[in-house]
């Protein structure tokens, strides 16, 4: 079976998951309660979620910009989960270990993809 759907699926409802909890924390942590760290890890935090989403899209359609947004969502999403899951523990394990292997793991597969 190939492999490229059913990991464009999963980028595409992590990504979305990512982008929904970004911008909660975002709106009620940021914005409504006037908290500056939540703000910004929010903020980043939805970015890589959309980056991670748009990747999965591109994937599934088989985009020739897969590959370009795959690297994209790797380059945002593994500094951010890392500051926001290992340095601060404002993030739980699990998204945050999602957050870092997973777009590495889209990057890689992208990258061989296109190669082929």
Known sequence: MNARMPLALLGIVLGALETAAG??????????RSRTFPLVAGTLGTVAGALLLSAGIALLVQLRAARALAEAAAYVSVPVFIIIGIVTHNAGWPITAVGILFPLLLLGLSRKWSAA
């Open 23 to 32: 911008a909660q924390e975002l709106i009620y942590q940021g914005i409504l």
